[in-house]
């Protein structure tokens, strides 16, 4: 969430009136950019196509997994390498599919632990693609910890911004004060 006050707003987050706004910016989102603010500039189609492109991935990834275990069959290796490398890619789906859903709701608390988990997720790219699938029915994955962040920044934004209003020198003097007397 940027609340920088000086960097112009993107065309596709601009406010209805098309006017720029000093203010937070919106964080853009992967295939998403800051259409998801006002869901606008494609929003919908965008999200049919992450379902769709998602779903199409996870299948396609599926396939390449059989031929790779095919070439296990092939090369003789024994039962024992080919369950191992099933379970393999099973748990590490499982662990990539609970920490993509979960990232889509929530920020990391340790950012450095989940940089560590980075090439388990790798292989088990299809839980991933899976989160996205089923995530995207709802709204943009992340779009609902986005959002929240972005209201948030924007309401201490208008709180801080009306606070200053005014000419603090043009403010009456405290009760109980005389001005000109110590």
């Given at each position: ?10 065309s ?31 929003y ?10 998602s779903?199409?991935a996870a ?16 090369a003789?290796?024994?039962?024992l ?41 790798s ?5 991933s693609?899976?989160a ?30 009306s ?20």
């Amino acid at each position: 969430m940027s609340e920088n006050s000086e960097a112009p707003r993107t065309s596709s987050a601009a406010p209805s009136g098309g006017t720029t706004t000093p203010g937070p910016q919106p964080e853009p989102l992967r295939f998403f950019g800051t259409t998801w603010v006002d869901h606008d500039g494609g929003y919908g189609l965008r999200r049919a196509a992450v379902t769709v492109g998602s779903l199409v991935a996870a299948v396609a990834s599926c396939f390449v997994l059989r031929f790779a275990y095919q070439g296990l069959e092939i090369a003789e290796v024994g039962s024992l390498v080919g369950m191992l490398v099933v379970l393999m890619f099973a748990v590490c789906s499982a662990i990539a599919f609970r920490k993509t859903w979960e990232g889509f709701t929530r920020r990391p608390a340790d950012p450095a632990g989940d940089d560590r988990l980075r090439g388990l997720k790798s292989i088990g790219f299809i839980g991933s693609l899976l989160a996205y699938f089923l995530r995207s029915f709802r709204e943009a994955p992340g779009e609902k910890l986005r959002r929240t962040e972005y209201e948030a920044a924007l309401a201490r934004f208008v709180k801080r911004r009306s606070s200053r209003t005014g000419n603090p020198a043009a403010r009456k003097a405290p009760k109980g004060k005389r001005p000109g007397r110590r």
